[in-house]
């Protein structure tokens, strides 16, 4: 039966990240710092607005693209929060989550052989839809001593004559590095006269901490040639719901609804009405959670480099990056010993490319109480290595 299976889908492994985080289910009174999904509920008045929905009968397929007043709502939010101007009926598409969003990108631009280009560390997702759409993932490794960005002169070197397409990942998971405009003007500048299209996954724009996004899209000529992707599951607390959208050139967005609609038809209606209360009344939730994580990741970098970790100090998303080298362990190795000595679950840095070797992720999207209890746990398993 396993030959019945296309080589190039059974030879992706499984994500790195869902190997420890079962793991430590199954262990009962584990810790889990492993998955990045806020631990607040969608907030009442959002979830009120799907309730509503539902005891109304709202619960028909919506339009291929989602909800007129939905797109409309993005669009909205894109103009005032970004000063990106998209049209509601030519240039959106509301997708289930951005991993949706995601595939459909890469299936809808990639010919056999096309190259992408990906930082990494980065969200696991990338390289095996780059994959199951018949292109090439070529990574562009980011370090520590950069702050995980993306450099200019390593973009330059990665492109060849087969690249079509460059993922920027900012806010990155797992790093939390984000890119500055000056940083960003760089990268248009590489790629100004060059035919590559940018899929800018910022699905973490309202998780950055004392700067503003800022999305390529709104630099030089970019707007022309990025595909922008979001959602709802990070800013406001709406993992269960899958919903996201994607924003870009209307040929672009076209087809790509093309593609959802023959596989997905619509994405689900009652997160569509939630989505919506959630764009009109949903800003002051976005800064009570914000100032929360902040809290975290502050303490998180603190007693990491108390306990003589090396942690680079992330600027988004709500992860940090610790290194563990100190150790002498592999990422993976330091993983599986925490789990079994402490009962601590963390995902080692190379779920996430190879260039994650040496580091491990750590999610703070939870409680101080529970940080607090991991760290410790965490210091106790260090201290052996001093």
């Known amino acids: 039966m ?11 492994p499984p994500s790195g990240i869902r190997k420890f985080f079962d793991i430590a289910n199954e262990m009962g009174d584990a810790i889990s710092l492993g998955v990045g999904e806020p631990d607040f509920d969608t907030p009442w008045h959002i979830r009120e607005e799907g309730i509503y ?14 909800l007129l007043e939905l797109r409309q709502e993005i669009c909205r939010y894109m103009e005032r929060r ?4 998209y049209s509601p009926t030519k240039q959106a598409l509301v997708t289930v989550g951005g991993s949706e969003g995601i595939d459909i990108a890469l299936r809808t631009i990639l010919e056999r052989g096309d190259e992408v280009l990906i930082p990494e560390p980065c969200f696991v997702s990338y390289r095996p839809c780059v994959i199951f759409a018949g292109g090439v993932p070529v990574a562009i490794p980011t370090r520590e001593e950069d702050n995980f960005k993306l450099l200019p002169e390593e973009l330059e070197k990665a492109i060849t004559p087969r690249t079509k397409a460059l993922v920027l990942p900012y806010p990155n998971n797992p790093t939390g590095a984000i890119m500055e405009k000056e940083d960003l003007e760089k990268i248009v500048e590489v790629l100004k006269d060059k035919d590559i299209l940018v899929i800018s996954d910022e699905i973490y724009a309202e998780l950055t901490y004392g700067k503003e996004h800022v999305s390529i899209a709104s630099i030089g000529n970019m707007y022309e040639r990025t595909i922008l992707l979001s ?3 990070k800013a406001y607390a709406m993992t269960g719901w899958r919903l996201g959208y994607a924003l870009g050139p209307a040929p672009i967005i076209q087809m790509m609804t093309k593609m959802h609609q023959f596989t ?17 009344n949903g800003d002051e939730d976005i ?30 998303a709500f992860y940090v990056f610790p290194s563990i080298q100190m150790t002498g362990l592999t990422s993976e190795t330091f993983c599986e010993k925490l789990l079994l000595d402490q009962k601590v679950a963390v995902v080692p840095g190379t779920a ?35």
Not at 290 to 303: C, G, I, K, L, S
């Open 2 to 12: 396993e030959n019945m299976i296309a080589k190039h889908v059974r030879e992706v």
């Open 53 to 66: 929905s539902l005891e109304k009968g709202k619960t028909i397929y919506s339009a291929n693209a989602g």
């Open 82 to 85: 970004f000063n990106l101007e």
């Open 231 to 233: 959602g709802f599951s």
């Open 264 to 280: 997905i038809m619509c994405a689900p209606t009652t997160s569509q009405y939630a989505a919506i209360e959630a764009m009109r």
């Open 287 to 316: 800064v009570m959670m914000r100032d929360a994580y902040n809290q975290r990741r502050r303490f998180m970098v603190e007693n990491f480099r108390k306990m003589g970790l090396s942690c680079f100090e992330p600027e988004g």
């Open 352 to 386: 996430f490319g190879d260039s994650g070797e040496g580091f491990v992720r750590c999610s703070y999207a939870y409680s101080i109480a529970e940080l607090k209890e991991a760290l410790e746990r965490i210091e106790k398993f260090i201290e052996r290595f001093k």
